[in-house]
């Protein structure tokens, strides 16, 4: 996606030190603007095991969703067992990202904590 870039500031620096004029657009990657997107669609349709699912297959991506079933419980804890101790091992260690993923997906409220088993 190509926004404007606000002329308040028509000079910027390069990395030797010049001044260059600054572009009149610059280029917002695919995945902010997928993310928002998502998000907004997602947040229109009620909370299902068929959107956390496809929340989570998003957030995580193919390898790990494939290694990966997840179960939201009411109180907001995403339930996850994975494949082996070493997918786990993965989650868990990413557990601070996909939480802020999910959420960002499902809202603030639908998942509070993340939970791993293997």
Known sequence: MIAPVDRASPV?????GRR????AFVM???RHVASSVLGAILSR????PAKVNFAWQTSTGAALARATDVTLQPGGTLDVHAA???WARE???SRH???ERMQAL????????????A
Do not use: E
């Open 45 to 48: 349709q009620p909370l299902s």
């Open 12 to 16: 910027i620096h390069s990395r030797d």
């Open 84 to 86: 082996s101790a070493h």
């Open 97 to 99: 990202v996909l939480l």
């Open 106 to 117: 499902l809202g603030p409220d639908a998942v509070t904590r993340i939970s791993v088993t």
């Open 20 to 23: 260059v004029p600054a572009p």
């Open 28 to 30: 917002i990657p695919v």
């Open 91 to 93: 989650v868990k260690r």
